[in-house]
């Protein structure tokens, strides 16, 4: 199994710029997590899907932020307007299960840098 | 006051040393405690995880949960330079979602 999959890896763009991080789960996980990861915060969850429906988007700071998951194999998270308080590690996770069974799966995560 | 508190170190040992790695929480009603293990520009992977009070050991590893005064830790032992990484305690809130520590950056030097 290839694992969790997301694009791109470093992304750096600067303030006032569109930013679309990517995700694909693993096959057969209906339960998908976007994280945020900085030094300050440490690992922040933002949303949360479960069979492609958001259940819980009270991390999400605030409305430059949106997410979808069209369909159970990929799932986007957007910035718009992007800011340099939003660099950071993205993380994308997947489980299988309808609530946090505990073990989640997580990609390698996106690295943003906001100039 | 956060819900879960880590110290982030970093903390470095010596190869074969036993390290503690600890955390405190605030919310009682937490029953899962886990702890998730990060390499360096990798994502966190789950390393064990117990539950309510008590201990639980998987190889050079023990986690341990006294829920009375709400304290945290996972031990190891023989300590090698593959352990060198940041470790996450993460307990599991009632409504199911995971709460993380800020982690706790660990060095092993051989």
């Known amino acids: 199994d290839a694992g969790v999959i997301q694009s791109p890896r470093h992304e750096v763009t600067e303030m006032g710029q569109e930013v679309t991080l990517r995700c694909k789960p693993i096959?057969?996980?209906?339960?998908l997590f976007w994280y945020r990861q900085t030094m300050m915060r440490g690992l922040e969850l933002l949303i949360y899907?479960?069979?492609?429906?958001?259940?819980?988007d009270s991390g999400m700071p605030e409305d430059r932020f949106s997410a979808k998951m069209p369909n159970a194999s990929f799932s986007t998270l957007k910035i718009q307007p992007s800011e340099p308080r939003d660099s950071a590690v993205y993380f994308c996770a997947s489980s299988l299960g309808d609530r946090h069974t505990g073990e989640l799966f997580f990609g390698e995560g996106s690295r943003l840098t906001v100039l | 006051q956060k819900e879960v508190e880590q110290d982030p170190g970093p903390l470095s040992v010596p190869e074969g040393a036993i390290v503690s790695l600890n955390c405190t929480y605030s919310?009682?009603?937490?029953?899962?405690f886990m702890w998730y293990r990060q390499y360096s520009r990798k994502g966190p992977e789950l390393l064990m995880y117990?539950?309510?009070?008590g201990n639980k050991e998987d190889g050079r590893f023990t986690a341990q949960v006294d829920k009375s005064s709400k304290y945290i830790s996972l031990f190891i032992r023989d300590s090698q330079p593959s352990d060198s990484a940041t470790y996450l305690c993460a307990p599991r809130s009632n409504t199911g979602k995971l709460i993380f520590g800020q982690g706790t950056t660990l060095q092993v030097k051989p």
């Open positions: 899907f479960n069979n492609n429906v958001p259940i819980d």
């Open positions: 919310n009682s009603a937490f029953q899962y």
């Open positions: 117990t539950y309510s009070s």
């Open positions: 096959s057969g996980h209906n339960s």
